[in-house]
């Protein structure tokens, strides 16, 4: 069982480039696992852990490449190794054929682009507060995609660009909108008059492609990162980007996108919605309204993009359970046909943190309390877990790009009989996997015959976040899990009631009725 | 610069990190400059203070 490694000295390479090379390296006959990482105090300990680890691995510096596969015979350790350089290579050609010299730092891509009014930064999160920083100085906008950047930089990051009337979107930013282009992970969508706050990549993403599907647009979605309206923050971005949204032509109405609020940094940003002069919709999950706030709240995602809608056209807006109720009946009535009395938890696989945490907030209402990595502490027999959490995302890319940990985790909850239900969600866009709904359908599939082969049943339930003009296309992936027997939702939030009431069936006179 | 400056004016963009959003701005048609960054040799101290040389002065 020979492991072979090779290691490149100063040879920097990004997160996504390197899963590139691994998927390709496991996709080779012969090779059982495979690592291409830099040599980090963080991958030696993940290198160690999958049994990569080598003298000569264990040399290898953060500027290091490490390329190390676990394989049957040496021949294909030698094949597999130079494919990983093939790779690299072919990558340096193409690179190298546009004849660009591309700068090594910030200040010299300036003097490629003196007029630039936007950096995007996306390194780890150990050096990324410099570059925000240098940014920020040189009078750049800053997206700041990066995560693991403390809340004292957060702080300083935040106060620099507030003083200098710069955007600092982030850090942990994962989507933005800025003149209707899309930054990281985006759903490509219409330019529109809805504008948008957002302390949530996928919850804009959520919202957007919403909005797009009932025929509106996203103005501008700025992004703010998750810790925005924490006390320490104090909604620094969030207020900023109100006043901004306030003064764009091109915005008649505004969502905010977050979780609840700060008590303390409540009030500011009652006092923004009010200073507006505009519409606002507020969606902050898990919160009320409380008396006399202003705007109009809401409790879902789905409702945020619906009400908007009617906001802009002047219509009356009225929140759903479900947008096919006799649809969602049907669908239902033939999974327990098939499928009989259901056993196990429910188990949500998300990559969306806050499609996570409203199908938490949804849920426990319907069945109790939901354990899992998203919100308080809880037990029970059911979980839910956020794939893009920190714990997950160690060394690796988010679980929108690279989308293998959770197909295990679908095949390993077909073995389990603590598991019965899975619910999922799928995020398209731009950056993002080209196709995950074929290698979930295949994980369903291998995860539901092996739960049948135990005489158990295991029933799937997903939604999509997307649009038909992404790279990936919504129908066709809906139509891969449909074809792999997954009950599909038109919205995270249905999708989490559809669970619910899979798991209760009691409950369909009150969910299935005429409205809430 | 101000938040005029980006809202409704084209975005040029500075790429710092990922390649892959380059590629995709580029498929939008936004101009931007990738920085083949790597991580900074030397004490991360030294790193901001070499940074902070050519800052602007406001």
Same mark, same amino acid.
């Given at each position: 069982m020979p492991v072979r490694a090779t290691v490149r000295r100063s040879f920097y390479q990004d997160s996504v480039m390197l899963m590139g090379v691994a998927v390709e390296l496991r996709a080779? =006959? $012969?090779?059982r696992e495979a690592a291409a990482l830099m040599g980090t105090p963080a991958n030696h300990e993940l290198l160690a852990s999958a049994g990569l680890a080598t003298p000569e691995t264990k040399a290898?510096? *953060?500027?290091d490449l490490v390329l190390a596969v676990d394989v049957e015979t040496d021949a294909v350790g030698d094949t597999a190794l130079e494919a990983a350089r093939a790779f690299f290579d072919e990558h340096r050609r193409a690179r190298e054929s546009t004849g660009r010299v591309l700068p090594r730092t910030l200040d010299s891509a300036l003097r490629q682009l *003196? @007029?630039?009014?936007l950096a995007t930064i996306s390194v780890p999160g150990a050096h990324a507060k410099l570059e925000a920083l240098t940014a920020l100085r040189r009078g750049l906008h800053v997206f700041l995609f990066s995560d693991n950047v403390s809340l004292a930089d957060e702080i300083e990051l935040k106060r620099l660009a507030v003083a200098r009337q710069?955007?600092?979107? $982030? =850090? #942990?930013? $994962?989507t933005a909108y800025i003149n209707g282009i899309g930054l990281g992970?985006?759903?490509v969508v219409p330019r529109g008059r809805v504008g948008c706050v957002a302390a949530s990549g996928t919850g804009l993403q959520a919202v957007a492609s919403i909005l797009a599907a009932l025929g509106e647009g996203v103005s501008h979605g700025i992004g703010v990162g998750g810790? @925005?309206?924490s006390v320490e923050v104090g909604g620094a971005m969030t207020l900023l980007a109100l006043e901004a949204l306030a003064g @764009? *032509? &091109?915005?008649?109405a505004i969502v905010v996108i977050s979780k609840p609020p700060a008590p303390e940094v409540l009030s500011l940003i009652e006092t923004a919605v009010r200073a507006a002069g505009k519409p606002v919709v507020v969606c902050a999950l898990g919160a009320t309204a409380q008396p006399g706030a202003p705007g109009t709240w809401v409790s879902t995602l789905e409702d945020a993009a619906e009400a908007a809608v009617a906001t802009v056209r002047g219509s009356v807006w009225t929140p759903r359970t479900f947008s096919d109720p006799a649809a969602v009946r049907a669908r239902l009535d033939a999974l327990s046909a098939r499928e009989g009395s259901r056993r196990g938890g429910l188990l949500g696989l998300f990559t969306g943190g806050t499609l996570a945490h409203e199908a938490r907030l949804i849920l426990e209402p319907l069945i109790g309390p939901i354990a899992g990595n998203v919100g308080a502490p809880a037990a029970g027999p059911h979980r839910i877990l956020d794939l893009g959490a920190d714990e997950f995302t160690r060394g690796r890319p988010h679980p929108m790009i690279d989308v293998s940990e959770r197909d295990a985790r679908v095949r390993e909850a077909g073995a &389990? &009989?603590?598991?019965g239900m899975i619910l999922l969600d799928l995020v398209l866009g731009?950056?993002?996997? =080209? #196709? =995950?709904a074929r290698s979930l359908a295949s994980a369903i599939r291998d995860a539901r015959a092996c739960a049948e082969r135990d005489g158990r049943s295991l029933t799937a339930i997903a939604s999509v976040v997307g649009t038909e003009r992404d790279p990936q296309g919504l129908a066709g992936q809906v139509a891969r899990l449909d074809a792999a027997g997954v009950v599909v939702l038109p919205s995270s939030a249905q999708a989490a009631r559809a669970a619910g009431l899979a798991l209760r069936p009691e409950l369909a006179a009150t969910m299935l009725g005429a409205g809430r | 610069m101000s938040l005029a400056s980006l809202l409704g004016q084209p975005l040029r963009v500075v790429n710092v990190g990922l390649e892959l959003f380059a590629r995709e701005l580029e498929a939008e048609s936004v101009v931007v400059v990738h920085v083949d960054w790597r991580p900074p040799s030397g004490a991360p101290n030294v790193a901001a203070l070499l940074a902070r040389l050519g800052d602007d002065a406001s």
């Open positions: 080779l =006959p $012969g090779v290898a510096g *953060p500027e *003196p @007029d630039a009014n710069l955007l600092c979107m $982030g =850090p #942990d930013c $994962g992970f985006a759903n810790r @925005d309206l @764009d *032509p &091109s915005t008649e &389990s &009989s603590e598991v731009r950056a993002a996997h =080209p #196709d =995950p | -």
